[in-house]
């Protein structure tokens, strides 16, 4: 059985639409910045995944120690968040990393920073990793 880690992107809300009326929009973003029990589904999307093994490679790759630390949350305890406040400090870490690395993990580091782009330019959006055994 081998281990794979996911990040699961949370940008919407299900909403039933026969009942909504155009303000439910804002309701949806207070959803997500709030969090859960609101009576709206979560719709948490996979963006991007990678074998376990490579991840941690990515993992060293990182020189920035914040960054890396709060990334290697997801060996050590199976999940992580990533909300707005963590935006700032991720994409100056993987901004830094070593050039030296293959092109699949030059693709996973450019698919996390758009996503982190997606959480600057919309806060109340937030991604949720977990390490999955496939």
Not at 95 to 110: F, N, Q, S, T, Y
């Amino acid at each position: 059985m081998s281990e794979s880690v996911t990040f699961f992107i949370l940008n919407q809300k299900f909403v039933d639409d026969k009942d909504a009326k155009p303000e439910s929009q804002q309701l949806v973003y207070y959803g997500l910045a709030i969090g859960h029990h609101l009576g709206v589904i979560d719709c948490f999307k996979p963006a991007l995944t990678c074998p376990l093994e490579r991840y941690q490679e990515w993992l060293a790759a990182i020189p920035d120690e914040q960054a890396r630390q709060k990334l290697a949350g997801i060996p050590k305890y199976g999940e992580i968040v990533i909300n707005s406040t963590h935006v700032v400090m991720l994409a100056e870490g993987l901004a830094a990393m070593r050039g030296d690395v293959d092109d699949e993990i030059l693709h996973w580091r450019d698919q996390l920073m758009t996503m982190l782009e997606m959480i600057q330019n919309e806060p109340a959006i937030h991604l949720i990793v977990r390490r999955l055994n496939d």
